[in-house]
């Protein structure tokens, strides 16, 4: 039987697993609303504000500072990742404004 000071990391370790698999769901339901959102908003910014990425992050909420842009001029798009979590691009259509791209699967 292992003694008690060999037994302590393994009982942080399922336990921090547990926590873990408790919040998965909102935590990645987050991810993904936060990624949408900055997509979206990131995409009208550029595209129909003219706006560098770099200005438009000045628009996001509190707590979105995680979320990073990037864009493709060539098919202008917006992409907006939560690191390890989610990701999401928007897409300038002219004269329809910028939509959310289908996630897939």
Request: aromatic share 12%; proline share 7%; charged share 20%.
């Amino acid at each position: 039987m292992p003694s008690p000071r060999r037994r302590w990391p393994w009982v942080l370790l399922v336990a921090l697993a547990g926590l873990l698999a408790w919040f998965w769901a909102p935590l990645n339901g987050f991810a993904i609303t936060g990624a949408s959102y900055g997509a979206r908003l990131a995409c009208s910014c550029h595209y129909l504000g003219g706006r560098s990425l770099q200005d438009c992050r000045k628009d996001f909420e509190p707590g979105m500072e995680l979320v990073l842009l990037s864009a493709d001029e060539e098919a202008k798009s917006v992409t907006a990742r939560f690191p390890l979590l989610a990701s999401q691009t928007a897409t300038f259509y002219e004269g329809q404004g910028c939509r959310l791209e289908p996630w897939s699967e």
